[in-house]
């Protein structure tokens, strides 16, 4: 990273807004994010990651007696084949796309802000799609020949099926799991060697060791380990652009109306980092509060994220505009039809919850001061989920309960056991984030100093000087214990 | 060599008894010293080295079947083979089903002995080869596991030879008083040799009863052409030379005497091939929604208990027209209202057509509306052209009068002794009549019956039933033709005969079956000839030619004139004073198939509902009663009271409340058990079926109703194509027009399908009646799960081929189409590609084929299926099927476990057996050797099969009609299952061209979900 020749414009905001605020020195950084994880972990910790662990648990129940029972004790039926299970797949690979956009897109445009929350969303990332793969895993009716999807030699000599869109979401999926954990891993290790470093016992030791690939942070490891920061942002950003337009193929190339729908790659990519940048910032405000990181975490970046997020919710509100458009301009009855019972049929109330939560909501936030204002935020980010949620259950289910032949139409209601399973996908999802805020560190130490003052060669020449002593002393452990 | 006897004895005797052969030296020496003589001369103690290596064989053997999780069954071969058996290869017998005063000629497929598939018998005149849901059915029944096995004397288990010698001492000491104070509570009987033996019992007991009741009978029927003829006669209607049909109240197409000749002889006339054929037009005047209104070309809403009224109407209308009726001068009909229009164009096609129009009226009317309908097709010519009459002085048949004088004898002490011949009367004998409290006034009470039932725990005895197709009879068709009914299989439980509990009833002999029927045939067939008579007859299953043509009885206008009054003289119905008509279930029948499962999961072909009977009602009625589908209402008729939800029917005439009968059974039933709810209990004392003066009342509380369609519009798109047979003749033009995309643009190089057999079917959309037969053979053919309700509620229920039944026109006056939907097996299916694991495929002949070991259930295909057509197994269906009932499956079907989706395969198993067959005479195959499940029970023919490839082939001729189109063909899917369009024949008059094409559809009927209406067609 050659930061050096671009000072006021890496460092700052073009509204000269520090990115960080209380001007900490390195040592300040590595104190404040390490120090969350080297101190006891608060007992609001504890009975989060019990709350979450017990949902998880509630999660694992549901899925035993799935596999105990059969797919029977979900809601679907004949004609709605997919139910939850699928809209909550589509709903949490959609949240995964948040973390990589982060860490790749914006770090290949230049975007100093994401230093921040680069890493807890990466991390958001790789649970989100941990959630996500849980769900077609076990969505099929036998699980125990699940593997048959995966292009195994076999002594049936058999192939899956390479047309089938449920298979290219097997490949696509996967790859970008596979990246974003080499992404998110990649640019762990130097943060890892810290820890080594500061590690005092054995265990410790030998662990981040092990993890740090022995990074010792001279300028040959760092000049090799930009250029491969680079090479996998540059893998990672088409990935962030195909995943979710292959997972919007399962859809896009049936012949079902409301499906059967060109746009749906592009519109689904911008809903998916819609909902992606929802979580990451329902998430930085819980975190930044908890463990009074407001410094590091700060409005400028959730006024930056929720730019981000009228940007793609207004192209979502497009795209919704658009498929009644072509509904009624294609002239098909049948797609006519679709369109007209998603906002007046059976489950109207679920398209205009969708159409609230994610179009009309996000125009609140051309008001500047609700775009810094941190619990109208929240709400809203919440809201936004549960609006893209009900995108997807729009998508799957009112296009199925009512398709060509009208004396198949049918009516489809989830059971405690979709409910349940949803809810614990949840539990997976926090346990997972509350066990890695606790064991890693949530902000990414190596990158934020790269961002601030300190880090400009010529820092300490000129009128920086002034405030450099001045934020240390709320940086001590007592927000962490809060 | 003790230590394996040891781990043997440890284990399942039955489990280990091959391996006992193989490792036991004692007995198995004796083959060795055949097989190795040299070998055999060693000392039997002393370890061998042949005896160490058998022993470790065995032990191998033993491990590996330590490891096996399923549990080992016996395969026993033939000692000797059976003559002209081959293992695999079903063989067919004949026989004949009785239902009422119908004998249906059934061919039964037998697999090793154990019947598995009803087809229909092609030389029987009931059905000429085709069938009935509850002929299908039968196959079922007979492996009901709740049937009856124990002989009970008073509650206490006994067996047949204590129950004869019990008998024998009754026989004693009533053949002293002539049988005073002994009474037999049959059904109606048709058999010949029943009678006989009915006759040969009061012989014995002059001073006995033999009453018979059926709570479905055609008393009515029998009793109207009594007094138009003076004689008992039975009317066999003739289809198909009538083109012209009226149809009163009369379900004749289903549920009435000889349904399915009926249905075969309509669909006969009604076939059209070019556009220059003609068809019959029906007109059908009732206000319950029966299967045959739902085909009517006018229909007409009429109290049934006006329907009198309406007939009498009908023929001074006729007299206008210059045909006089004989017997309805000075009986007028002006009090009532009826559409003037309607029946003077009714009268004027009638006329138009003398001697080739029919005029019919249901079981359920007045014997005087019989009388009266005789005496309109006299004054029309009809009389020994489309009806003939046959005498029925030989058959037993049921009679209200009779058996409301055995209940008061009964409650006055007159009867001590009382068998109940294959009845159930404390299950369907009206409750008013109270048969309850009478039975325990008799000292001797007798049940012989399939269920240990509501009346055998109130016996002394019971003795459980043989099914018909463990016994042996004959039964006698309408015209007269006889048949026989042949075992296919021994007995399954401890169960007799109905000619031998006859037989002891009417001598206290204890005679074979067999030898009872033989001696009534000696009788019918020419004695010389008795052997290879006998065989053929029993071979065909039915004696050719032994059916009349009918006799010519003299009408007796005066008999029909006196009687004429009661029927105007009629209460009115109104809101207050509603009608109530009772009527059989399309799926339990009277309740005798209540423990059905196939049957209890049909849909009601006209108000798609399973499991259950719900009161029927018009939507204004339901408006005025603010009550809808599921919702809970008190019946009060006649001073009983019956709470029961309702379902809401379109064209059902108002302030009628329609009640099914059949449901609610008390016996320990594990499917029809406390299914639905008992209308016996509302019954009148006479057994009628029509009544006024009910009342109902909301009471609250909701009931789940599960339909297998809740849908009933089309929302304007061209799924069910129709026509005028007037607009059918200027072209085809007249059906929308099809736009099949062009088959270019594919991602991949199409198939040709050019060469070798190419299979394709087409279902004629006029022929079909919606009766449900083809989905009942099918999933007798393919071993298809039942669900149960909540299941089909759920929207899961398994049927491979469905009865889409849509509404067109108003609520009011609906107009009713049947669209039978199997899998398309389309050439582009959009279900082959998106399957991830190529679990279904095409094949090279055409077909779509699911492999089921591949299937991981990712229900992706059944989504992508514009038809729906795919089943998913949401759960292990068959996990808990009796023992018993899997002697039921086709073992030529894979029976599917929990996961796998599954659909309609063309009857695979079929194709397969017809090439075999061609490969081993070494020919190709012909059009006609494949028969699919559906095409073969359909009654009308609708369905035909073949090699669309073959240009002479039947299926081609079919794919070659101007009224083939494929369904959703737009959609590029290339179906190889197409339809031939509907066709409907309206009077101008009544119908003015221009009016017929519906301006806008209306949804007829839907669920609880409620429905859009404004939604679709713009």
Known sequence: MSAANEQTQVYQFPEDEPLILGNPTFKDVTNRVLGVLEAKAPRGWWLSLFAAASLAAVLFGMIGWLFWEGIGVWGVNVPVGWGWAIVNFVFWVGIGHAGTLISAILFLLRQKWRTSINRFAEAMTLFAVICALVFPGIHVGRVWAVYWMFPLPNQMAMWPNFRSPLLWDVFAVSTYFTCSLLFWYVGLVPDLATMRDRATSTIRKKIFGLLSLGWRGGNRQWKHYEVAYLLLAGISTPLVLSVHSVVSTDFATSVIPGWHTTIFPPYFVAGAIFSGFAMVMTLAIITRKVYGLEDYITDNHMEKMVKIMMLTGMMVGLAYGTEFFIAWYSGNPYEAFALHNRAFGPYAWAYWIMVSCNVILPQLFWIKKLRRNIPVLFVGSLLVNVGMWFERFVIVVTSLHRDYLPANWDYYKPTIFDIGTFVGSFGLFLTLFLLFIRFLPMIAISEVKNVLPAADPHNYEGHHGSEEKHASGDLGMEGAKS | ?1018
Request: hydrophobic fraction near 35%; include cysteine; proline fraction near 5%.
């Open chain 2, 1 to 1018: 060599m003790s230590s394996i006897k040891e781990k043997q004895a440890l284990q399942d005797k039955e489990y280990w008894r091959s391996l006992n052969e193989l490792a036991d030296t004692d007995r198995f020496r004796d083959f060795l010293e055949h097989e190795f003589p040299e070998g055999a001369d060693e000392a039997p103690d002393s370890m061998s080295r042949r005896t160490f290596v058998k022993i470790m064989g065995a032990s191998v053997a033993m491990a590996t079947l330590i490891g096996c999780r399923k549990p080992m069954e016996k395969i026993v071969p033939y000692l000797s083979a059976p003559e002209e058996r081959v293992l695999g290869k079903p063989e067919y017998y004949a026989t004949t089903m009785q239902l009422g005063l119908n004998a249906y000629g059934l061919l039964v497929e037998s697999h090793e002995g154990r019947p598995t598939k009803v087809e229909g018998n092609d030389l029987h005149r009931s059905n000429r080869g085709g069938t009935n849901t509850f002929m299908q059915g039968a196959i079922l029944s007979l492996y009901d596991p709740d049937r009856s096995k124990f002989h009970l004397h008073n509650g206490v288990s006994s067996s047949w030879a204590e129950f004869v010698e019990a008998w024998r001492s009754l026989f004693t000491s009533y053949s002293e008083n002539d049988g005073e104070g002994l009474a037999v509570l049959s059904a109606s009987l048709i058999s010949p040799t029943m009678n006989r033996l009915r006759k040969e019992f009061l012989k014995t007991f002059p001073k006995a009863k033999w009453v018979a009741y059926d709570p479905v009978h055609e008393e009515n029927r029998v009793k109207g052409l009594e007094i138009a003829y003076g004689e008992k006669l039975l009317g066999e209607n003739h289809f198909e030379k009538a083109d012209i049909v009226l149809s009163l109240d009369s379900d004749f197409m289903r549920m009435e005497l000889d349904d399915v000749s009926n249905a075969k002889g309509y669909a006969e006339r009604r076939s059209v091939k070019t556009s220059h054929d003609t068809m019959n037009r029906l007109y059908v005047a009732e206000g319950v929604f029966s299967l045959t209104g739902t085909n009517a070309d006018h229909r007409l809403k009429i109290h049934s208990s006006e329907i009198g009224a309406f007939t009498i109407a009908v023929a001074h209308e006729l007299g206008k027209h210059g045909v006089e009726v004989p017997g309805v001068s000075g009986v007028s009909a002006n009090a009532f209202e009826f559409d003037k229009k309607w029946i003077s164009a009714l009268a004027k096609d009638l006329v138009k057509h003398k001697g080739k129009s029919l005029v019919v009226a249901g079981a359920r009317q007045p014997a005087e509306v019989h009388a009266l309908v005789a005496s309109i097709n006299e004054a029309l010519g009809n009389a020994g052209q489309t009806v003939s009459y046959h005498k029925a002085d030989d058959l037993t048949l049921s009679n209200s009068e009779d058996l409301s004088s055995l209940v008061a004898d009964m409650k006055s002490g007159k009867v001590e002794t009382l068998a109940l011949f294959g009845t159930n009367p404390l299950y369907d004998t009206p409750r008013k009549l109270d048969f309850k409290s009478a039975l325990k006034k008799v000292k001797n009470s007798i049940s012989f019956n399939d269920f240990a039932d509501e009346s055998a725990s109130e016996c002394n005895w019971h003795v459980p039933r043989a099914h018909f197709m463990e016994s042996w009879g004959d039964a006698r068709a309408i015209d007269g033709s006889l048949s026989i009914v042949q075992p296919l299989i021994r007995p399954l439980y401890s169960g007799h005969m109905d000619v031998e509990f006859a037989k002891l009833l009417a001598s206290g002999e204890d005679v074979r079956g067999y030898d009872i029927v033989r001696e009534s045939w000696t009788n019918i067939l020419n004695v010389d000839m008795l052997g290879t008579e006998w065989d053929r007859t029993l071979h065909d299953g039915v004696l050719i030619n032994s059916g009349s043509s009918g006799s010519s009885p003299r009408l007796n206008a005066g008999g029909i004139r006196s009687s004429l009054n009661s029927l105007i003289k009629v209460a009115a119905v109104s809101r207050d004073s509603m009608e109530v008509v009772f009527y059989p279930s399309y799926s339990t029948f009277d309740g005798r198939y209540a423990n059905v499962g196939w049957l209890q999961e049909l849909p009601d072909p006209v108000t798609k509902v399973v499991w259950d009977n719900p009161v029927v009602m018009s939507p204004e009625t339901a408006k005025h009663f603010k009550v809808g589908i599921g919702d809970m209402v008190e019946i009060e008729f006649q001073g009983n009271k019956l709470p029961i939800p309702v379902y809401v029917m379109p064209g059902w005439i108002d302030n009628c409340l329609g009640l099914e009968l059949g449901y609610a059974r008390q016996a320990k039933m594990r499917v029809g058990g406390d299914v639905g709810f008992n209308t016996y209990l509302l019954r009148d004392s006479n057994v009628s079926f029509i009544g006024t003066g009910a009342k109902i009342r909301k009471i609250g509380g909701s009931y789940l109703i599960a339909q297998t369609q809740e849908h009933g519009a089309m929302e304007g798109r061209p799924i069910l194509r129709e026509a005028t047979l007037e607009e059918y003749s200027h072209g085809p033009h007249f059906f929308p027009k099809e736009t099949i995309p062009p088959h270019k643009n594919s991602l991949w190089e199409d198939h040709k399908y050019d060469t070798g057999y190419q299979w394709g079917m087409t279902i004629d959309l006029n022929s079909c009646i919606g009766c449900n037969a083809c989905a009942v053979a099918c999933m007798s053919e393919n071993n298809i799960p039942l669900v149960g309700k909540e299941q089909v509620a759920n929207g899961r229920e398994m049927n491979w081929i469905r009865i889409d039944r849509y509404f067109v026109s108003d609520v009011e006056h609906p107009k009713v189409a049947h669209q039978p939907v199997p899998c398309m097996h389309c050439e582009m299916a959009p279900c082959e590609q998106v399957c991830p694991v190529a679990a279904t495929v095409h094949d090279a002949e055409g077909l779509n084929v699911m492999t089921y070991n591949r299937c991981i259930g990712t229900r992706y295909c059944s989504n992508n299926c514009p038809y729906k057509v795919r089943r998913f197994n949401f759960f292990n269906y068959t996990k808990e099927t009796p023992e018993i009932v899997k002697m039921a499956m086709n073992p030529e079907v894979t029976v599917r476990s929990r996961g796998v989706m599954e659909k309609c395969s063309y009857c695979n198993q079929r194709i397969n057996r017809a090439r075999q067959e061609a490969k081993q005479e070494g020919r190709e195959i012909r059009d006609g050797d494949v028969i699919t499940a559906c095409q073969q029970g359909c009654p009308t023919n609708a369905i035909s099969f073949g090699n669309i490839n073959d240009p002479h082939s039947e299926i081609s001729q079919m794919k070659s009609s101007d009224r083939n189109y494929s369904l959703l063909g737009e959609l590029n899917t290339r179906p190889r299952t197409t339809y031939l369009a509907k066709l409907r024949n309206p009077n101008p008059e009544i119908e003015p061209p221009q009016d017929r094409m519906p301006k806008e559809e209306h949804n007829g009927t839907h669920g609880s979900n409620g429905h859009n209406g404004a939604g679709g067609h713009h």
